[in-house]
């Protein structure tokens, strides 16, 4: 019988989350199967849960987007050469269990120099950030991007590709805990909202023209000040709701405001992009041009209750991860 935290009906975590045991299923052809070491908490993993997602969620579901675990079984035509590798076992099933099947094609191969907490945490925010500034935005030197509620994962990678793609970062947080270290990562500007406006600080940076494009993820009052601060065709993405509350679309009809989904490009992506993708991400961690920061907890699936807990408070560093091998 194998572990995994499951969900038959949509609601808040805590309330709808459940311990299950299931039984093994055979491996098709293709497929791998994989020990989870470790899999983080993201935002973008408990969203779905609450019913964000309902028209494409079919249930019951297993949550977790990303992890990385060992290849302990192989379908009739994997080559037997990935038994005991570390992988990322993504576009599969979901990652909080004991186990996890996918197609050995969408697998993620983690090189040697990358640590196990580091390759649980390659997937949702670093290739986010790195479409985003290489597809979507194509920033360059002359950019100047705008990230509000900087200080989380997301930011600080945001952070460090204003170092490789050589664009101007305006970083925007609520408070000074993270302003020295998203300056010594490549921030150009911290703004502390609760201190000052953030329009009329961004117009100063810029000499009244504002900035190139802006990454919201919180929505509401921050979002729609964030729109604010864009120069004229110019472009807003938003990548979350943390405020649980829609920005307006149709603030103004000369930038473009739009969200960004990282599963519309999975969508259409090659496997050879997809690879691709994953080696830039890979060469940047063993250049230590991205660092990833340190995880600050990590529970046994069967803690479900507190790593959420834990997760969804947003006061302290690091992400929490699920180490379903931790039997408490």
């Given at each position: 019988?194998?572990?995994?935290l ?25 497929e ?7 899999s ?21 579901a ?14 009739s ?26 197609k ?18 390659m ?21 100047v ?19 490789v ?7 925007a ?9 998203l ?17 009329n600080?961004?117009?100063?940076l ?5 900035a190139?494009?802006g ?32 920005i ?8 473009t ?8 490009w999975i969508?259409?992506?090659?496997d050879?992009?997809w ?25 046994g699936?069967?803690?479900y ?6 997760a ?12 379903p091998?931790?039997f408490?």
């Open positions: 019988m194998l572990s995994s499951r969900y038959k009906q949509f609601g808040h975590p805590l309330e709808v989350l459940e311990l299950e045991q299931r039984v093994d299923v055979p491996l098709h052809p293709d791998i199967r994989v020990r989870m070491l470790l983080p908490i993201n935002p973008s993993d408990l969203i779905p849960i609450r019913g964000a997602y309902k028209h494409r969620i079919q249930l019951p297993i949550p977790g987007y990303e992890g990385v675990g060992v290849v302990e079984g192989i379908g035509s994997v080559p037997t050469t990935l038994l005991g590798k570390r992988v990322l076992p993504l576009r599969g099933e979901g990652t909080w269990q004991q186990y996890v099947k996918t050995a094609n969408y697998a993620i191969r983690v090189p040697d120099e990358i640590d196990d907490e580091t390759a649980s945490q997937y949702i925010n670093p290739v986010t950030a790195w479409l985003i500034c290489t597809e979507e935005l194509r920033l360059k030197s002359d950019d991007l705008i990230v509000n509620a900087c200080g989380s994962a997301i930011g600080r990678i945001f952070a460090q590709f204003s170092k793609f050589g664009y101007k970062l305006i970083a947080v609520r408070n000074d805990i993270h302003t020295q270290e300056q010594s990562l490549g921030a150009w500007a911290v703004i502390n909202t609760s201190k000052e406006s953030l329009v600080r961004v117009k100063e810029t000499d009244g023209v504002g190139t494009a990454i919201d993820s919180i929505g509401g009052q921050d979002g729609n000040e964030l729109i604010e601060c864009i120069r004229v065709n110019g472009t807003v993405l938003s990548i979350g709701l943390l405020s649980g509350i829609q307006d679309w149709a603030k103004k009809s000369n930038i405001v739009k969200p960004y989904w990282l599963r519309r969508e259409g992506a090659s050879l992009q690879h691709k993708t994953f080696d830039d991400i890979s060469n940047l961690l063993k250049e230590k041009k991205l660092i990833i920061q340190t995880a600050r907890e990590r529970f699936l069967s803690e209750k507190k790593a959420i807990q834990s969804e408070y947003h006061g302290l560093k690091g992400k929490v991860l699920f180490a091998s931790l408490k």
